[in-house]
């Protein structure tokens, strides 16, 4: 079965602070997609990241970086020096096909709140 | 480039009556999906639409139903409203692919069930 945890369910840093969001899976595929997604306060979910399941090269972008860990099934979300604008709820998303359908699954979410 | 647009941004409906969720994809996408947010329940996988056809469904009852028209937009539509229907239903949109395209979200309809 197709499974997302992410356990934290709320985080709070000050500001400049570094802070990591975890996302463990759980699939029985061997290819996969799993996806990070910010919810701002304004709604929109904003696409962030996509990593395949056969590239575990952790990846930077800015003050964002994510550790994949198949060993582990984690696919963690680090951002450096956090500011205020980072203050969302991160979603982490795990995507399969089978059987010509396409099927994805997405944890509960973490709450992040920046104090200024 | 315009994005996913949504409407209504609100509704509310009496439990029993029907609600009817509109969705516009981002131009050139042929895949619609609709999900769920209840308040801390994540997001729930309601439907996936391409092509006009209903490829995938979630675990809702068959009162959420659904269609595709030929130009992609996409409505939802749930019968029966129950007051745990209550939740923010969220539209998204992506070109069709084999689970590797990241999806484009609307900014969701806030339907509120009393």
């Known amino acids: 079965a197709q499974k997302v945890t992410q356990a934290q369910t709320e985080i709070s840093v000050v500001e400049k602070e570094d802070v990591t969001l975890d996302c463990v899976y759980e699939t029985r595929d061997t290819t996969y997609y799993l996806f990070w997604y910010k919810q701002p306060p304004s709604g929109e979910l904003v696409f962030l990241i996509r990593r395949n399941s056969f590239d575990e090269q952790n990846e930077i972008s800015g003050r964002y970086s994510w550790n994949f860990q198949k060993s582990t099934s984690s696919f963690n979300f680090t951002i450096t020096a956090s500011q205020v604008v980072d203050s969302a709820v991160y979603f982490c998303?795990?995507?399969?096909?089978?059987?010509?359908?396409?099927?994805?699954?997405f944890g509960t979410g973490t709450k992040l709140q920046v104090i200024p | 480039e315009a994005g996913v647009t949504q409407s209504p941004t609100h509704l509310i409906k009496t439990r029993g009556q029907q609600a009817t969720l509109r969705c516009s994809p981002i131009s050139g996408h042929t895949s619609v999906y609709w999900y769920q947010q209840a308040l801390g329940l994540g997001l729930q996988f309601l439907l996936w639409y391409d092509e006009g056809e209903e490829r995938n469904r979630g675990n809702f009852p068959p009162r959420f139903s659904g269609r595709q028209f030929p130009n992609y937009s996409s409505e939802l539509n749930v019968n029966a409203l129950e007051l745990e229907d209550s939740a923010l239903y969220l539209c998204?949109?992506?070109?069709?692919?084999?689970?590797?395209?990241?999806?484009?979200f609307g900014p969701g309809t806030r339907l509120t069930v009393t």
């Open positions: 998303a795990l995507s399969e096909v089978s059987g010509g359908y396409q099927k994805v699954t």
């Open positions: 998204a949109s992506s070109l069709r692919g084999q689970g590797n395209i990241e999806q484009y």
